[in-house]
């Protein structure tokens, strides 16, 4: 079984530029997580969607978006590129919000590192 | 303060050591995630607790719900164990300590 996928590996743009990250989540999963890892800093919470809708939203400005389409996969969005910005962006899934607690066990992909130049 | 203490910041250990990597939190949570960082940026989830115990192999994972407070414990510890080792709460959202990184050296 495939598991959660991320693209690209590597994205180089400039800063006020927008950036385009893609996830797909392991087939069955209805939930889609994005988290950012800054060059020495922790992991941060970005968006959390589940069956196409937004659930949560971490500490972030109104220039990060995503969103989910009907096939579970997600794109996120980072419009007005700051050089900040540079950081590995990990996308993780879990089947949903049904099902119990094991239903929010998540899974990671690669990540994708975004250079802001 | 940090919501989420994990410690100790770095550790070094002998292959064959016994580890533990301790967290604390001070907020209110549904599940505790111990999760395997390597180099290259790869994120193994290894755990997710919500009380009790757990074990996988060669690692335990345990959690106090009353007193805030998990641990990873790694027996006979292993080169290949080296990573960063994070632990994160579910709570609204997931918040994340700042991780341990694990040196275990042959």
């Known amino acids: 079984e495939a598991g959660v996928t991320q693209s690209p590996t590597h994205l180089i743009k400039t800063r006020g530029q927008q950036a385009t990250l893609r996830c797909s989540p392991i087939s069955g999963h209805t939930s889609v997580y994005w988290y950012q890892q800054a060059l020495g800093l922790g992991l941060q919470f970005l968006l959390w969607?589940?069956?196409?809708?937004?659930?949560n939203r971490g500490n972030f400005p109104p220039r990060f978006s995503g969103r989910q389409f009907p096939n579970y996969s997600s794109e996120l969005n980072v419009n007005a590129l700051e050089l900040e910005d540079s950081a590995l962006y990990l996308c993780?899934?879990?089947?949903?919000?049904?099902?119990?607690?094991?239903?929010?066990?998540?899974?990671f992909g690669p990540g994708t590192r975004l250079t802001v130049t | 303060k940090n919501e989420v203490e994990q410690s100790p910041q770095n550790l070094t250990a002998q292959e064959g050591e016994f580890i533990t990597i301790n967290c604390s939190y001070s907020?209110?949570?549904?599940?505790l995630h111990w999760l395997q960082q390597h180099p290259g940026g790869g994120i193994v989830s290894l755990f997710m607790?919500?009380?009790g115990k757990k074990k996988h192999g060669r690692l335990i994972a345990t959690i106090n719900i009353q007193e805030k407070h998990s641990s990873l414990h790694i027996t006979a510890s292993h080169p290949r164990d080296s990573a960063v080792y994070i632990c994160a709460v579910r709570g609204g959202d997931m918040r994340f300590g700042a991780g341990t990184r694990l040196t275990v050296k042959p």
């Open positions: 907020v209110g949570i549904s599940a």
């Open positions: 607790l919500s009380s």
């Open positions: 969607y589940d069956e196409g809708e937004e659930r």
């Open positions: 993780a899934s879990s089947l949903g919000t049904s099902g119990g607690l094991h239903s929010y066990e998540q899974y």
